[in-house]
């Protein structure tokens, strides 16, 4: 009953009814950065999910008793609790889906890419850790900035001979979830029904809301296309400012990364219509990643949806222009990063 909370998807609203079988709680999902404050969150709707037998938190601390206070809840998975790097290998054996909220957050006045110094030395040993014990799992890498983490992240995996480009995911959920939002608000639609891709990437304007290709289909004028574009593209900050200094999106996070892992796990489980934007290696531009729609299947990345950049408004295909320095700039730094350690 509860399969379909987080399915809202991105543009295929027909969905076959999978094969009419009772959904069997078979996958095996990793938190790492459980305790904080995404992880918690992420892990009690990742505990609704039927599809869950075992979930796996990981964090450097205070895991134990999040896990013991979710254990509790009369939902299938089996919870367990991993501490610290001794236990980081026990916490990914078997696992399918890997989801990474490990790292430090922002606070007013800073840019994601202030966050890289930490971030992305965390990001790095995590991802380690996956390609030595789980280097078939399906990665969703949330720890900003997700421009370069992952690319980090691909880095790491083939310098350990597993790159698999087609199961390293940027969540980028959250930049859809709030398009999705602020759309069926301003023009008052039925939530449930609206569904706005958002590409390029996940910081400031490499955030691009195709708002010309919004399902079902809305007309705007030119003050409202540029209002709700900035609004999608500054909305983290928005958050930030709002919490002040106290973090960043968590809760909204918890649920768009959810929405993520649940179509994963569905695309694993066979359903032959999951489509989700994520930033990922892509050749739909000339920039090696780009968050885009993908079709999801058993192994990973299906498809890529070339015909979702064409036919762009003018207003979009200069902010496409126009982000991409900033985009290439950010992979290159991570690529950089990666390769230059020992
Ligand atoms: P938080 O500080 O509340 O939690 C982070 C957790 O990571 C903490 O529990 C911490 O102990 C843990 N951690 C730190 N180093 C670790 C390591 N080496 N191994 C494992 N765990 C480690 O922060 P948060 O609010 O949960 O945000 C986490 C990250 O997610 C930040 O980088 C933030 O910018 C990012 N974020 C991304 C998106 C997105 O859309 N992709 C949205 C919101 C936040
Ligand atoms: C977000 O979009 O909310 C996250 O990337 C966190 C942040 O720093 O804004």
New binding site residues.
């Given amino acids: 009953a509860l399969r379909g909370s987080f399915a809202q998807k991105a543009q295929k609203p027909n969905q076959s009814s999978h094969h009419g079988l009772q959904l069997q709680a078979s996958y095996k999902v990793a938190i790492?950065?459980a305790?904080?404050?995404?992880?918690q969150p992420l892990a009690l709707l990742i505990k609704m999910s039927p599809l869950v037998s075992a979930l796996n938190l990981?964090?450097?601390?205070?895991v134990k008793g999040v896990a013991a206070d979710l254990s509790h809840c009369n939902t299938p998975s089996q919870v367990l609790d991993f501490t610290g790097a001794s236990e980081l290998g026990n916490c990914l054996k078997g696992v399918n889906v890997v989801v990474i909220?490990?790292?430090?957050?922002?606070k007013p006045g800073m840019t994601?890419d202030d966050?890289f110094n930490i971030?992305a030395n965390?990001v790095k040993?995590?991802v380690e850790a996956v390609a030595d014990n789980c280097p078939d799992a399906f990665i969703h890498v949330?720890?900003?900035p997700?421009n370069s983490t992952v690319p980090i992240a691909a880095e790491v995996l083939k310098q350990k001979g597993v790159y698999d480009p087609k199961k390293l995911f940027?969540?980028?959920t959250?930049?859809v979830v709030r398009a999705n939002t602020f759309v069926a608000e301003k023009k008052n639609l039925k939530l449930i029904d609206v569904d706005v891709p958002v590409i390029g990437g996940?910081a400031g304007i490499t955030i691009l809301p195709l708002l010309s290709k919004t399902k079902p289909s809305v007309r705007f004028s030119d003050e409202e296309l540029e209002q709700l574009t900035i609004r999608i593209q500054n909305a983290?900050t928005e958050v930030v400012e709002a919490k002040a200094g106290a973090?960043?999106?968590?809760l909204s996070?918890a649920y768009?990364a959810a929405r993520f892992v649940e179509s994963s796990l569905r695309a694993l489980d066979g359903d032959g219509d999951v489509y989700e934007c994520s930033f990922v290696q892509s050749d739909l531009t000339d920039l090696p990643f780009f968050a885009s729609r993908v079709k999801l299947g058993r192994k990973g990345i299906e498809a890529m949806i070339p015909s979702d950049l064409q036919g762009l408004s003018e207003y979009e295909e200069k902010a496409l222009e126009a982000l991409k320095p900033e985009l290439k700039a950010s992979i290159e730094k991570g690529i950089a990063f990666a390769q230059k350690q020992p």
């Fill in positions: 790492l950065g305790a904080g404050g995404i992880g990981y964090d450097i601390a205070n909220p490990a790292g430090v957050p922002r994601r966050l971030n965390i040993t995590l949330i720890s900003n997700v940027g969540v980028t959250l930049d996940h983290g973090g960043s999106a968590t996070m768009a």
